[in-house]
Structure formats: structure tokens, C-alpha cells
């Protein structure tokens, strides 16, 4: 009999329980009085701690080495920012029929997030697609983001977003892209440091998340936001997702076909394209929505791990497939450049 591959094929990220079990202990205790205040200090320092460390990991020479490859990271971020939200702004209309409007802002603020870097390189990797292509994608991505998912949160959200204001948008810049900057320019000198401590760098990472995630579900715990979540709204919420995931798997895969894209790239801009970062989205959600967090990061947390279920099976079968001939490559190719200049291939 053959061995089950159920773990390999769908993975429970343990990160996501993690990330759980912090909304259920922010439910049974939530931070109240100084509590509060402490918690939300600790979290304030704990996004500008975040966002330092992305700015000395992120080397931005080899990213602006991957703008040779121009076409594949226009497309990457074409999905990411422009046909994701456009997406999002369709499902208004699902307001107050499947979603409520709290829910539809979260799902909102989901479509305009940056892409994943790790999970995409992983799962390109497995696929056997263009490991660089990825990370460089990956890379552009994070580094757009940092400006563009405020800017457009700004923009598509307006006073949804907490109250956007100035106010908010000085937040933002002190809090996500100042200490980011100092990370970039400090990474000459602490960046061997950074690389050689990335495992407990990584825990503080992820501790940091887990506070953030603690303080924004404590206060929609004190606000009783959560009274306003049905059972019959999540479900209604997950089918969304799985429509908007759906769509964006079969976008980027057939589109970048028709744009004329091999295998490797079509796999890059596939995994690239239509995931969003969990990582740069909680702590983004903390401080553009304030107290309305707890509602707003969570149709991030249910399509972060649903984009990882469905991902880790395309990755799978992916990877089984046959190698595309070098000859057929180059066929394409030339007819490709044939049809643009209107000479036939020799």
C-alpha cells in the first residue's frame, strides 16, 4: 500500500496555530487598563523592531540586479498590486449579502499586502520554476510595499482604515518606513551580524507578530467587535477567498502563458503573484486600523493558510512534470520574435 502524503501535500502551518492560540488566549485575557497600555507600547516598538530587521535583511543590490528581468517583475507586481485590489474592490458588491462591511474592509486591506518571499521561493523551488526569478520578484515586492500598500490603504479604504488621517500617515512613516530605512542603510555594518543570528532573529520576528496579533484581538476583545462575527459570515468569508485565490492562481498561470513566459518564469510569477505576506500584513493592519485590527487581520490570517494548503499541492504536481524541451523553448521563441518583427525564423 501506498504511504499517505496528506501532511506533505496539505501543511498546517504550525505558525497559523501558533497565531490562533494567541486570539484564543486574547479572548480569555485580554490586556485591560495599564495592561493595555503597556502592551500596546511594547507592540508599537515591537512593528518598528520588525521592519528595522526587513531593512537589513533585504539587499537591495541583488534585487536591482533582477531588473534584467524586467517583464517577469512587472507582472509580479501588476498582480500583486493593481489586479488584486481591483479584485478586492469587485467584491464590495458582496457587502451585506455574504460579507459585512468590517470583514469586506480586512479583505480589502488582504488584496493590497506585498507578496510572500520565503513560502514562494519554497514552493518555486519544489516546482522546479526559477528560484531567482522568485526571490527577486519577492524582493521587489516587499520593497514596494512598504509605501505602496499604505499609500493605496490611504487611497481605497479612507476613513475605514481607522480613521485614516495625517496623523495616521506620520504613524506609518515613523513606525514601517523610517526604521526600515535605517535598517537599509545600517545593513553594511550589521548585516553579517543579522545572517549569522537569523534563527533567533527569526523567533524575535515571530514573537513580535504574536504580540502585535495579542494587542489588536485584545482590544477588539474589550470593544466586543467580535459580537458583530457570525458563523455563517466566516463561511461566507473563507468561500470569498477561495474564489479570490482561485482566480489569481489561474490568472497568473494562464496569463503569463499568453505573455509568452517559459515554464520557470510561468511558475515564479504563479507562486509570486498570487500569494500575500502574512509577515508585512499584521503589523501593517496594527497600525492602520488601531483598534478595529482584531477584524481587519483576519481574513489575512484564514488566506495565509490557504494559500499555503492549495500552493504546497499545485508545488507538488508541479513538480512532476516533464521537463520542457529546450528545442520547443526555442521554437517558441523564435516565432514569438517571428510574429514582433515580421520575419520568419530561420
Known amino acids: 500500500m501506498k504511504r499517505l502524503t496528506w501532511p506533505s501535500r496539505l501543511p498546517i502551518d504550525p505558525y497559523v496555530l ?15 487598563g495599564v495592561g493595555a497600555d503597556i502592551a500596546s507600547g511594547a507592540s508599537d516598538v ?7 530587521l526587513y531593512g537589513v535583511r533585504l539587499s537591495t543590490v541583488e534585487a536591482l540586479e533582477g531588473l534584467r528581468h524586467w517583464r517577469l517583475h512587472l507582472t509580479v507586481l501588476a498582480c500583486t498590486f493593481v489586479i488584486f485590489p481591483l479584485l478586492g474592490l469587485a467584491a464590495r458588491g458582496l457587502v451585506p449579502v455574504l460579507l459585512t462591511q ?24 519544489i516546482a522546479r520554476g526559477n528560484v531567482p526569478a522568485a526571490i527577486c ?14 499609500l493605496l490603504a490611504a487611497l481605497l479604504l479612507g476613513g475605514g482604515a481607522g480613521g485614516f488621517s495625517p496623523d495616521a500617515l506620520v504613524k506609518i512613516v515613523l513606525q514601517l518606513l523610517v526604521p526600515f530605512l535605517a535598517g537599509q542603510l545600517l545593513r553594511p555594518w550589521i548585516g553579517g551580524f543579522v545572517r549569522r543570528h537569523k534563527k533567533v532573529l527569526g523567533l524575535v520576528d515571530r514573537g513580535s507578530i504574536l504580540l502585535v496579533v495579542y494587542t489588536a484581538f485584545s482590544e477588539g476583545m474589550v470593544q466586543g467587535i467580535w459580537h458583530r462575527v457570525s458563523p455563517l459570515r466566516l463561511g461566507g468569508l473563507l468561500l470569498v477567498e477561495a474564489v479570490l485565490l482561485t482566480v489569481m492562481l489561474a490568472l497568473t498561470w494562464y496569463g503569463s502563458r499568453a505573455l509568452g513566459f517559459g515554464r520557470g518564469d510561468r511558475i515564479a510569477i504563479q507562486f509570486a503573484g498570487s500569494k500575500k505576506s502574512l509577515a508585512a500584513g499584521l503589523p501593517m493592519a496594527s497600525v492602520l486600523f488601531g483598534a478595529q485590527a482584531s477584524l481587519a487581520v483576519l ?3 484564514l488566506f495565509h493558510q490557504m494559500q499555503l494548503m492549495v500552493c504546497a499541492v ?28 515580421g520575419r520568419h525564423p530561420r
Open 102 to 125: 468590517p470583514l469586506y474592509q480586512g479583505l480589502l486591506f488582504l488584496t493590497l499586502v506585498p507578496s510572500t518571499i520565503q513560502s514562494s521561493i519554497a514552493f518555486t523551488s
Open 18 to 32: 501558533l497565531l490562533l492560540g494567541t486570539v484564543g488566549f486574547a479572548a480569555l485575557l485580554p490586556a485591560r
Open 137 to 150: 520578484a519577492g524582493s521587489f515586492s516587499s520593497l514596494v510595499g512598504i509605501v505602496l500598500t499604505p
Open 46 to 52: 515591537a512593528i518598528a523592531l520588525l521592519f528595522f
Open 299 to 301: 481574513p489575512l490570517m
Open 314 to 341: 499545485i508545488a507538488g504536481r508541479r513538480s512532476r512534470d516533464p521537463d520542457e524541451p529546450v528545442s520547443a523553448r526555442s521554437s517558441a521563441a523564435a516565432s514569438r520574435t517571428a510574429a514582433g518583427t
